[in-house]
């Protein structure tokens, strides 16, 4: 069975959590943002390299009364041209080049930030370029808009550490659309522990 899947582990910590961290004051947690994988063999061939350029990841607060997807079966990530800065805390504002096939039963934080406790509604990841190996040859992955939105929510509680892991399904999120053309149509699952 070909399994695929790319991991962002989304970690809220408390200060006790993690031996090094920044100790987060009293009520507030800290998110860290870090991704995992293995290599993949796939319908188009042997994927052993996907890099990614992430720029900035977003966590989006909900409003009074707002509800929350908490589902935690695959969905698709969708394009997002928004610029609204309304609601979104930037967890991530650092460019930095994943190679998610790298990292093997390991995660690579990518950052971390101290949060208000409360219900979060969205993630936006922000995408500026990628790179695809498909059996030893290099090509550009087109990440169409450059901006993901995942529209599945979590609650941060008070001093508590929840661990989110978005878990790509590589055979659903990359299509060979043409000769020697591959775009990222992430299909993602979701799971609280």
């Known amino acids: 069975m070909k399994t695929t899947s790319v ?4 970690l809220l910590l408390s200060s006790i959590v993690l031996a090094g961290c920044v100790a987060a004051p009293a009520g507030q947690s800290t998110l860290v943002i870090a991704v995992k994988d293995a290599p993949k063999t ?3 061939g042997t994927i ?3 890099g990614l350029n992430i720029s900035e990841v977003s966590v989006h607060r909900a409003s009074q009364g707002e509800s929350v997807n908490s589902s935690a079966g695959e969905m698709a990530a969708t394009a997002s041209n928004e610029t609204d800065t309304a609601g979104w805390t930037v967890v991530v504002d650092q460019t930095e080049t994943v190679d998610l096939i790298r ?3 390991v995660s690579q934080v990518l950052g971390q930030k101290t ?3 409360g219900t979060y509604t969205q993630i936006r990841l922000k995408i500026d ?3 695809i190996t ?4 290099s090509y550009p992955l087109d990440v169409p808009s450059g901006t993901l939105r995942l529209n599945r929510g979590f609650v941060l509680e008070a001093n ?3 661990k989110l892991t978005l878990d790509f399904n590589v055979e659903k999120s990359v299509v060979k659309t043409g000769n020697d053309q591959y775009k990222l149509q992430p299909v993602i699952a979701v799971i609280s522990e």
């Open 134 to 137: 498909v059996d030893n040859t």
């Open 160 to 162: 508590q550490t929840l």
């Open 129 to 131: 370029s990628g790179t």
């Open 103 to 105: 990292l093997v039963n």
């Open 115 to 117: 949060m208000d406790p």
């Open 42 to 44: 796939t319908s188009i």
């Open 7 to 10: 991991a962002l582990v989304i």
């Open 48 to 50: 052993s390299y996907i």
